[in-house]
């Protein structure tokens, strides 16, 4: 198991955000929204070097974000400059680089809504 916990705490405070879209920014991956059937919930691509999360925007508010930062997981832990191409299907598949992807999502958006509810500071 990765130590995801230390990965998300490095990249809040290096970008200096928990909002899922800014951190994909800082890491070189334009968020896209489209309308795609609910089965989709999003993909990954790369095309040369511009890389690209699409999200389902027919899914509710909540669950683009999860699983943006579900994606954006994926793309730290698991795409490798090989990937040129990954469909994301379900929000919470098995295995243990989807369990991997969620926990990071988890826990980016735990910091996030704590942020956004309250005058909370990470203290990690
Ligand atoms: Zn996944």
New binding site residues.
């Given amino acids: 198991m990765k130590k995801i916990h230390k990965i998300v705490k490095n990249l809040i405070q290096k970008y200096d955000t928990t909002n899922p879209i800014e951190l994909a920014n800082h890491l070189g991956i334009i968020v896209k929204h489209k309308p795609y059937s609910q089965k989709t919930k999003g993909l990954y691509v790369k095309i040369f070097d511009s890389k690209f999360i699409i999200i389902n925007c027919n899914l509710k508010k909540e669950d683009q974000e999860i699983i943006l930062s579900?994606?954006l997981g994926?793309s730290l832990l698991h795409f490798n400059n090989d990937t040129i191409f990954a469909w994301?299907n379900s929000l919470f598949?098995q295995g243990i680089?989807?369990n991997e992807?969620n926990i990071f999502a988890l826990e980016l958006i735990t910091n996030h809504n704590l942020l956004k509810s309250t005058n909370y500071q990470p203290t990690f």
């Fill in positions: 579900h994606i994926h994301e598949p680089q989807e992807a």
